[in-house]
């Protein structure tokens, strides 16, 4: 039976180094890095062997390096995108994130490591 593919955005297959913040009930703030498998408007795929549970909301920080864009008029460099999303499906393979509608964009101030 053929799977029919739901998505109604187009998925880019991009790494994109990632770091994703969860907050527990006694507010401390357990960090993990990864990098996206793949990434749309509206959520990523996020490669890793210990996903987390559907339903955990995370905070988001990614970063994408501009600097081969050459049509920009400015070079920015890296560019950090801050956004949250919920974690919609967990496989062994990895985790699917939901984003939510709000974000911030802004050049990137700093190190970012992954």
Known sequence: ME?????????FDLEIPARLRIMAADETVDEIELRTENISCGGAFFRTPTPLP??????????????????????VGNVHIELTGTVNRSEASGMSVCFHPEYSIRPLEGEFKT
């Open 3 to 11: 799977s029919s593919e739901r998505r109604i955005v187009e998925r």
């Open 54 to 75: 559907e339903g955990t909301d995370v905070r988001i920080d990614l970063v994408l390096n501009l600097d081969r864009i050459k049509t920009l008029k400015t070079r």
